[in-house]
């Protein structure tokens, strides 16, 4: 193999990585627990974890930038609230493992000089796409769970575009990595000789990290990635609701992540002069006001709000449904909607909902939530609620229905 590097300096390398008196003495860093086998473990249980958050996020993201050539359906009425709770909780369990990962590389990241080969360069720049885009995503996602924003760009965005960065690198390490850590998770650990003893340590080559084996390591990694999902997934999870403790909302409260006043909405939603306008492309567009409204027929459904935040919780929604409102309309079977809120200036102010949502028997305009007239916070005097929907597309204040 062709080295990039001539050999008086490789062989400086090789002392000064080695040896325990210089300063890059990686050999330092050694531990039993840095081993091909915790490190094929580790990888596997990373590769799998973060390809479930990419799968569920591909589904995210075209639900939250619908496109109309692909329209996501109405069924099952929970499908998001399932796929957004496994991504968020996926990521949550991808902490620690994240954490030991990186624990037991990062002597390797010390190598010095970082390149001998060519081959290396490739490896590194893998390595480093693995690393930055495992690394930002992770945080990335679990600031936006925390509501921290302590960036500039957009999120969803940001997110969306390193997940592909951070996948392609995981499917790349995977094609190199593939034998090795095929070898490693299939080798059985191997037992020291009595020979390899050292009787004065009393311990085996394996004891010098004092105590902690491979498998209590990986166990101790597995039973924090365990507790930590557990004490989240009951944002999402009604069984596991009171274990939720470190969640940062709680379901039961049917939280509010933008209020009426925040959204500067307040006058416009109370005023007498308030309407619900029905346009676009339809044979008659025509307006309601509220005492109007109310006497229309109204339905109910049982429906989840499902934040891409991780937290959800179902409730039972009445109000209008929106293909009445379309069939009064004379809009066009194939109708879609933009749903316009009373809000302005906010990416929320306007929603899509495909032709099939919107044809749903379940897709509402909702004036009560629980039997109890909509607060002005959860959208009064009319909100957005359908089935298969993300959080941020139930725009609240609704105003006007515009068919496309
Ligand atoms: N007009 C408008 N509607 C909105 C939002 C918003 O910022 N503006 N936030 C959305 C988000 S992110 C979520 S999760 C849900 C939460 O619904 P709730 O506040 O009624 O519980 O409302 C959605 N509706
Ligand atoms: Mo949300």
């Not at 004891?207 to 597995?222: D, E, I, M, P, W």
């Not at 509010?256 to 008659?284: D, E, F, K, M, W």
Request: aromatic share 8%; hydrophobic share 45%; net charge positive.
């Amino acid at each position: 193999m062709s080295t990039l590097i001539p050999r008086p300096l490789e062989d400086l390398v090789e002392r000064v990585t080695t040896d325990p008196d210089l300063p890059l003495r990686q050999k330092r860093f050694s531990s039993a627990l840095r081993d091909p086998r915790v490190a094929a473990w580790l990888g596997a249980s990373l590769a799998v974890l973060f390809t479930i958050c990419f799968v569920t996020g591909l589904f995210s993201h075209i639900q939250q930038h619908p496109v109309s050539w692909l329209p996501v359906p109405a069924r099952p009425a929970g499908l998001y609230r399932v796929t957004q709770g496994v991504h968020v909780a996926a990521g949550i369990a991808s902490v620690p493992v994240l954490l030991a990962k990186l624990w037991t590389i990062w002597p390797r990241v010390l190598t010095f000089p970082p390149f001998r080969r060519v081959s290396d360069v490739v490896e590194r720049v893998e390595v480093l796409a693995l690393i930055g885009g495992g690394v930002f995503q992770v945080f990335s996602g679990v600031a936006n769970i925390a509501q921290w924003y302590p960036w500039r760009f957009s999120f969803t965005v940001t997110h969306f575009w390193v997940a592909w960065v951070a996948e392609g690198a995981i499917v790349a390490h995977l094609g190199s990595k593939w034998f090795v850590t095929r070898r490693s998770l299939r080798r059985r650990p191997r037992r020291p000789a009595l020979s390899e003893i050292d009787p004065a340590l009393g311990a085996s080559a394996e004891g010098s990290h004092a105590g902690l084996s491979r498998r209590g390591f990986l166990g101790t990694v597995a039973a924090a990635s365990g507790v930590l999902t557990f004490v989240t997934v009951g944002q999402t999870w009604p069984l596991l609701r009171r274990f939720a403790v470190l969640a940062p909302r709680k379901p039961a409260a049917q939280p509010i992540n933008r209020s009426a006043r925040n959204a500067g909405v307040i006058t416009a939603a109370t005023a007498a002069s308030y309407q619900l306008a029905v346009s676009g492309r339809v044979a008659r567009p025509f307006t309601l006001s509220l005492a109007e409204l109310r006497a229309l027929p109204t339905e109910s459904a049982e429906l989840p709000i499902a934040c891409v935040e991780g937290w959800s919780y179902s409730a039972r929604w009445s109000g209008v449904r929106l293909r009445d409102l379309l069939a009064r309309a004379g809009a066009p079977g194939d109708a879609a909607v933009r749903v316009h809120s009373l809000e302005a200036h906010s990416i929320y102010s306007v929603s899509f909902v495909n032709h099939i949502q919107a044809h749903d028997p379940d897709t509402l305009l909702a004036t009560h939530l629980d039997g109890r007239l909509l607060s002005l916070d959860h959208g009064y005097p009319l909100r957005l609620i359908g089935p298969d929907r993300p959080g941020v597309n139930q725009t609240k204040w609704v105003t006007r229905v515009e068919v496309v």
